[in-house]
Every structure is written in C-alpha cells, then in structure tokens.
C-alpha cells in the first residue's frame, strides 16, 4: 500500500520504553515521526538509539504535554509537522505513586491527552493509537479476557487509563472523522534484539522483568516475589508477558488499520500473547536465557495484585492482521541483552 510510506506520525512519549520502539518499528517501515517528550521517565540518549536502529525522519519537540503554558508551541508544532495521525503514551505510570498523588495522575494523564488530542484536531488529522492497558479489567474477570471484559479500575493510574479510552470514545462519537484505537498491552517486557534500546527505569523497578533483569546483572540482591498461596498452578500471580517488539509491530498495524476505516469510531483492543505464565515460570525462564542466579524471597502479596490475567487476542488478529510472534525464551533473551550491554541504562 502506497500509504503505508508516506505515513506521519506523532509519537507522543517516544523516548520512553515502549515509545522508543514504537519509532524504530514505524521508520522502518517508511513512516516520518515526530516524537514529543519531557524525559520524565526517558532519556534523551534514546533518541539517539532509535535514529542508530533505525534510518528516516524522526523530529524532536522537548515539551510537556500536560502544561497548558507548553500547549500553543505543541500545537503549532502539529500543525507545521502535517501528520496523518498519532500514537499516544505519554504518561505517568507508576501504580502505587498514583494511589499516593492520585491528583498528579489525572493532572498529567487527562491533560497531556486532551492537549494531543485538540492538536490532532487542529491539524486535521483525526486518528488516535492510545496505549491503554490491561489494567482496565481490574479484578472481575475470569481469563481469558475478551474486549468486552468487565472494566473497572483499582487505582488512579488505572482510571486514568480507563478515563482516556471513554473521552477518545466521546470524541469519535462527536465527529465522525475520527478512529481511534484503544490498545490495551497486557505485560510489556523484553527489549529490541540489537540490545540498543529498552526498559530504564527510574529508581527501584515496580515491574517483574527489569526487577529480575536487576538482579541478575547484580544491581540488587535479591527478588521478592509478591504471594505464592495464589490459586494458580504454582501459587505466584500469573501474568501475559508480551515482548515489546511484538508490541510495537502491534501499534504500526494499528495506524494501518486506522487508515483503511472507511468510517470513524472507536474500538478496544487487546495486545497480549495469549498466554500466562507465572512468576516462578519467569525467573527460571530469565535464569536459562541469562545463566545467572537470580536469588529470590518469597514476600506478602502486593497490594491491588490480582491472581491471574491473561489475553483474548482474538480481535486484534482479526482487525489489525496481527498476533505476537515471540516466546518467553526470546523476551528473557533480548531483555538480558539490553540489561547486560547497558547494566545502567542510559546513563552511562
Ligand atoms: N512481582 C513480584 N515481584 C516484583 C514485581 C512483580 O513478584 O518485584 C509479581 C507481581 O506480583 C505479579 C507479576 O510479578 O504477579 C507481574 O507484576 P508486574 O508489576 O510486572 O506487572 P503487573 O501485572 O502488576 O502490572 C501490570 C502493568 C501495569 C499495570 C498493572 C495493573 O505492567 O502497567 O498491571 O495492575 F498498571
């Protein structure tokens, strides 16, 4: 498709984790984009990483999109950058920080999405990727969970995932020139196979994989492993885990779907494997692929952890044509890679 090489994308916290891949996999394939970031939880050296991997246009605004002193310079930079759409992730993500500054959380998440979203609507491009999550399912539903889960966060951040799918909704309710595309990630993890780009936490990781990445490089002692008297196989909470290149190809099909709807509207879906696997299937998986022993302690459950999740992923087959390719072995692979080539992430 012609399309598919003139694409323009706004990739909103394309410096960050997932953002980071979501720009290789999308100049690679022929698109131009224009990442907006505050390194809030990125590092500029990311850029760099991403023009190495990947050759094409990628521009740099430094902004916050929650300021709303920053929003006419973002909107005039949208507007001069001729986009054909957006992927949005910008945001906080911490979920026990978000219980403890809940105010800051909707502040930030609701603010920089409304102030990406009137700049799509300023500059005449109404297509919208939103990375949500699967943490809008909370803890009501049996796994697999489909799209039409129960949904209902347990937590600020959470909401503030579930807030922003309902105004995209509204928004595509209110013109019809809208599409918008809910992705809802189940567990992000591993990292691109070149080891250039991946997770960089800021201060102590709250996910599983950089944690045990951590300790296996020997930056900490020891994992706790939050519960093992869950009613799962093993008794340790069960997870999707999705690789983040598998992710990012997810957010390209996405906006090539979006393109090719003849009519606008709003549509969740999931991005996850399919699969669960618990925390013990995790460590001894990071333990084979890295050949390092990864000490752990079995601690009290971890407030607002549910037993067991993992994906339906039927819809984003049948709508976006895709389905993660990669296994457990390769996410443990490619995640040990970047944690070992860059023991200290960006920084050094
Ligand atoms: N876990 C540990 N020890 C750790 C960290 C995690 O045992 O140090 C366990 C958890 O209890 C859970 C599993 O590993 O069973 C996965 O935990 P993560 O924190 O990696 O992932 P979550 O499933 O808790 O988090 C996901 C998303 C978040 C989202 C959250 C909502 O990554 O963005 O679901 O619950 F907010």
């Known amino acids: 498709m012609a399309n598919k090489m003139t694409k323009r994308i706004?990739?909103?916290?394309?410096?960050?984790?997932?953002?980071?891949?979501?720009?290789?996999?999308?100049?690679?394939?022929?698109?131009s984009a224009l990442v907006i970031d505050n390194f809030s939880n990125a590092h500029p050296e990311a850029l760099n990483r991403i023009r190495e991997l990947a050759s094409g246009d990628l521009e740099f605004l430094e902004c916050d999109l929650a300021d709303p002193a920053q929003k006419d310079t973002i909107i005039g930079a949208v507007k001069n950058f001729r986009?054909?759409?957006?992927?949005?992730?910008?945001?906080?993500?911490?979920?026990?920080?978000?219980?403890?500054?809940?105010?800051?959380?909707?502040?930030?998440?609701l603010g920089a999405a409304l102030t990406l979203i009137e700049a799509l609507e300023a500059a005449d491009a109404k297509k919208l990727v939103f990375s949500s999550s699967a943490t809008v399912y909370g803890d009501r539903n049996q796994s697999p969970v489909d799209e039409s889960g129960l949904t209902g966060a347990t937590n600020p951040y959470g909401r503030t995932k579930l807030f922003i799918e309902d105004i995209a909704k509204d928004i595509a309710r209110s013109d019809d020139e809208w599409r918008v595309v809910n992705l809802r990630y189940f567990n992000p993890v591993g990292a691109h196979p070149s080891g250039r780009i991946g997770e960089d936490p800021n201060d102590i990781p709250n996910n599983l994989f950089p944690f045990i990445a951590q300790v296996a490089v020997?930056?900490?002692?020891?994992?706790?492993?939050?519960g093992d008297d869950y009613s799962t196989p093993d008794g340790t909470g069960v997870r999707d885990y999705i690789h983040v290149v598998d992710l990012a190809r997810g957010h390209a099909a996405a906006l090539n779907y979006l393109t090719t709807q003849k009519t606008g509207g709003a549509v969740d879906i999931n991005l996850g494997t399919g699969k669960g696997f618990s925390v013990l299937e995790a460590v001894a998986a990071f333990k084979r692929a890295s050949n390092r022993d990864i000490p752990y302690e079995i601690a009290p459950r971890r407030d607002g952890d549910i037993a067991e999740i993992y994906a339906n992923a039927d819809r984003a087959e049948k709508l976006l044509g895709w389905r993660a390719e990669k296994t457990l072995e390769n996410m443990c692979a490619d995640h040990w890679r970047w944690q070992s080539q860059n023991p200290d992430g960006y920084k050094a």
């Open 83 to 109: 986009p054909d759409g957006a992927v949005h992730l910008a945001g906080l993500k911490a979920v026990g920080e978000s219980v403890e500054q809940p105010a800051r959380y909707y502040r930030v998440n």
């Open 218 to 226: 020997g930056r900490r002692d020891k994992l706790q492993i939050f």
């Open 10 to 31: 706004v990739v909103a916290g394309g410096a960050g984790y997932i953002g980071s891949h979501v720009c290789v996999e999308l100049l690679t394939g022929g698109a």
